[in-house]
């Protein structure tokens, strides 16, 4: 069985910074795309940065120049650094990695949930 752990969530002012952590653990024979997503009240769930197992990174656009996606390897952790925190960016952020659990099982997986508030 494969869980995914979020941390770092909090409240923070606008024009803050926080970094979110998302550790895998379990049955991880490899890891593909991990990526955080975030849900607003009212909103649909987005993608806010995804990376591939190469490095490769992509963010939304509302996101971009802010926020930063980093992954190591060896810890089977996927971080997101945000800086210059708005009341925008204010929601529930889910992390989310496509896991392949042996050479045949492979699914994505879904983290509980960490909140983040940015005040202004």
Known sequence: QVQLVESGGGLVQAGGSLRLSCAASGSVFSINFMGWYREAPGKQRELVAGVTSGGTANYA?????????????????????????????????????????SSSLRRNYWGQGTEVTVSS
Do not use: N, W
């Not at 996927?78 to 659990?101: F, G, N, R």
């Open 61 to 101: 656009d509302s996101v971009k120049g802010r926020f930063t996606i980093s992954r190591d390897s060896a810890k089977k952790t996927v971080y997101l650094q945000m800086s210059m925190l708005i009341p925008e960016d204010t929601a529930v952020y889910h992390c989310a990695a496509d896991i392949s659990s």
